[in-house]
T-cell receptor
Framework: DIQMTQSPSTLSASVGDRVTITCRAS??????LAWYQQKPGKAPKLLIY???SLESGVPSRFSGSGSGTEFTLTISSLQPDDFATYYC????????FGQGTKVEIK | QVQLQESGPGLVKPSQTLSLTCSVS??????????WSWIRQPAGKGLEWVGH?????????NPSLKSRLTMSIDTSNNQFSLKLSSVTAADTAVYYC??????FGSGHWGQGTLVTVSS
């Protein structure tokens, strides 16, 4: 099984901050990684697929990078609507989610 | 635009079988190279991939649930289903169905349905 480890678990930031979340895979997943945003009581929303491709309609302040075992999600300038929990997911072999990163207001 | 909607009992007794159905609208479940997936989320916790099924009926399951899990697909009614046997309180969660593929990941999700395991 492929394990996904996200860090940090919680991140406190202010509007306008640059935010980076890291996701590490227990083995190479090439670029088969997605990032999701989830708000309380809602289903997750796809932000990034194939490690760095922006899903249609997602603001350009979101970006993804990485390949192999190390990946990052960056929000270039945090907006009020971005306070949420973010999950990475590998889809190289079956599917596995990271444990999530909650971005909260500082 | 494809839409997914979960349905099933909100309360299941311990040791019984949890059964959920996901109805798909806006697209045929038979079209494209999609996996039809289940993901769950206990209250206050993270997402857990349960498993997925392909249009051929071939399914892949989370190893931790594999012995209790059965998925099926019903093309005539454009829906797919999950059965999880011998449930315990640890299976209490919001269950989501989703459509995913090997290129885009999971782009379409249902709204989720809460299943509580309790006597």
């Amino acid at each position: 099984d492929i394990q996904m480890t996200q860090s940090p678990s919680t991140l406190s930031a202010s509007v306008g901050d640059r935010v980076t979340i890291t996701c590490r895979a227990s083995q190479s997943i090439r670029s088969w990684l997605a990032w999701y945003q989830q708000k309380p009581g809602k289903a997750p929303k796809l932000l990034i697929y194939k490690a760095s491709s922006l899903e249609s309609g997602v603001p350009s302040r979101f970006s993804g990078s990485g390949s192999g075992t190390e990946f990052t999600l960056t929000i270039s300038s945090l907006q009020p609507d971005d306070f949420a929990t973010y999950y990475c997911q590998q889809y190289h072999s079956d599917r596995t989610f990271g444990q999530g990163t909650k971005v909260e207001i500082k | 635009q494809v839409q997914l909607q979960e349905s099933g009992p909100g309360l299941v007794k311990p040791s019984q079988t949890l059964s959920l159905t996901c109805s798909v609208s806006g697209d045929s479940i038979s079209s494209g190279s999609y996996y039809w997936s289940w993901i769950r989320q206990p209250a206050g916790k993270g997402l857990e991939w349960v498993g997925h099924i392909y249009i051929t009926g071939s399914a892949n399951y989370n190893p931790s649930l594999k012995s209790r899990l059965t998925m099926s697909i019903d093309t005539s009614n454009n829906q797919f289903s999950l059965k999880l046997s011998s449930v315990t309180a640890a299976d209490t969660a919001v269950y989501y169905c989703a459509r995913d593929d090997d290129y885009f990941g999971s782009g379409h999700w249902g709204q989720g349905t809460l299943v509580t395991v309790s006597s």
